[in-house]
Nanobody, 126 residues
């Protein structure tokens, strides 16, 4: 059973930074594609960034140039570095995983992923 545990959320002022982590109970993280998603109250879940098992990356247009996804296979951890945060980035952030490679065009689609964490809250004040 794969378990994903997010951490690193919190409250920050606009323009600030946070780094989210997702610790995965996966022996060979390099064989998995992973993603970060977010959901604000009353809104649909949005794919923020994804990284496939080959290391290819996709970002939502709303976070390009501000967020960076990375994966440390040795530490079994996925990261999301978030800079220049905006109030509209406020949401619950989730990490997700799926074994194997996911094509780029659906890398940020929630229905593709098998495993999900419980989420970590990010609040950005103006």
């Amino acid at each position: 059973q794969v378990q994903l545990v997010e951490s690193g959320g919190g409250s920050v002022q606009a323009g600030g930074s946070l780094r989210l982590s997702c610790a995965a109970s996966i022996n060979t993280l390099s064989n998995y594609s992973m993603g970060w998603f977010r959901q604000a109250p009353g809104k649909e879940r949005e794919g923020v960034a994804g990284i496939d098992s080959n290391g290819s990356i996709r970002y939502a247009d709303s976070v390009k140039g501000r967020f960076t996804i990375s994966k440390d296979n040795a530490k079994n951890t996925l990261y999301l570095q978030m800079n220049s945060l905006k109030p509209e980035d406020t949401a619950m952030y989730y990490c997700a995983a799926r074994p194997g490679r996911i094509p780029g065009w659906i890398l940020r689609s929630s229905w593709v992923y098998n495993y999900w964490g419980q989420g970590t809250q990010v609040t950005v004040s103006s």
